[in-house]
């Protein structure tokens, strides 16, 4: 049995915890405020295939570190993860680096939809969370983009009770928008190329499908006023539509490519400081129901290449946590929110199990993002160099794991 003492609820409301372990730890939590394990639904943890940018092991590191028990990983691997004999191993390999890290991480993994192999979704319904949907072209080579095989995916994922994720960008559009910045070096174009409208084109289309044939619906990464405002009335109709958002979403902008160049390049990219702040409005209401990571490490050298040449995608799974309590000092949101979007949302989406982990959140400490002290494997953030105001200090799984830099403020 682990016992905390002294530890405070977000209410304000001192609490004894007791959580079943095969250990018997104590520990006084006096200053700390008690959180649930957070879930993230959103992260690439880049095995089998990649495993110089992030594996299981750089990944449960930082899952601990950022508050995370619990996380979702994506079939975009090198082979993709679209065959039971694939999804098989990545499960082998995962359970092996878990194993090596002595971390039990809690995980599930999606299916990658591939118009090729349809037959197989029947075979690993019940080993899987969902099925991964590309609509527009990102990392790997998962794209789905005619309008026949997106019917068909949503028909069969309807039929068999599967939840479908869906990178919601139009891929006409993009390709469309890419001839006009052909050869173009300047990074900011990205948000120009991927533009708005391919984003909310392709959320128009897959609510829709949603409207023929019922599938639950999850909308990952929404960026945009016009996304939000079709998923608000979607859900006002009572259609089975979940919508996710990212913290570079919340934190960056448009105007962040001039410091950070292509390593704020991402798929959706980075928008207008108008559609951040809708972001958070829609949170308040109500209408966004998790936050993803989408923790998409690469490695600085990847990263720091042209634009044309360097991938799309971010690290964020050990900075979010700390980011959404910035914010919740900054009045942009509650710790209620924050547990809702991190915790309950997601478990209740895809209908987890219940686990009695605990993160203990230092809200007042201070401290700065160094890179040194990250442990992704990718070894940087978009947000080095921030300040942000409350730390996850200690992770409750199978015991007691220090994951803070001490108790005191910096």
Known sequence: MITISQARTIEGELTTLEIPSQVTETLDA???????????????????????????????????????????????????????????????????????????????????????????????????????????????DLLMDDESSLHAIFALCAKLNLLVAVHAEDECEIQAQRAHFAGTTDVSCHSKIRSPKAAEKA????????????TRLYILHVSTQGELAQIQKAKQEGLPV?????????????????????????????????????LFQAIAAGVIDTIGSDHAPHTMA???????????GVPGIETTLPLLLTAYHQGKITLANIIRLTHSGPRALFQLPHYPDVVLVDLPAERTVHAEHLKTKCGWSPFTGKVLKGWPEYVILDKIYPVGHGRQSA
């Open 30 to 140: 006096t200053g700390l405020t008690v959180f649930p394990g957070l879930i993230d639904p959103h992260v690439h943890f880049r095995i089998p295939g990649q495993a110089y940018k992030e594996d299981w092991i750089t990944g449960a590191q930082a899952s601990l570190r950022g508050g995370y028990t619990t996380v979702l990983d994506m079939p975009n691997n090198v082979p993709a993860c679209i065959t039971p004999a694939r999804l098989a191993d990545k499960i082998s390999q995962i359970e092996s680096q878990l194993k090596t890290a002595g971390i039990p991480l809690h995980y599930g993994l999606y299916f990658g939809a591939d118009r090729h192999h349809f037959q197989h979704l029947h075979e690993v319904r019940d080993q899987v969370v969902g099925v991964k949907v590309f609509m527009g072209s990102s990392t790997g």
């Open 242 to 278: 979940f919508a996710e958002v990212c913290p570079h979403h919340l934190f960056l902008s448009e105007a962040d490519y001039a410091t950070l160049g292509t390593r704020g390049q991402m798929n959706p990219p980075l928008r207008t400081l108008e559609d951040q702040a809708a």
């Open 203 to 214: 959320v128009k289309f897959a609510i829709d499908l949603v409207r023929l044939y019922g």
């Open 302 to 312: 990847e990263k720091d290449l042209p634009y044309g040449q360097a991938p799309s």
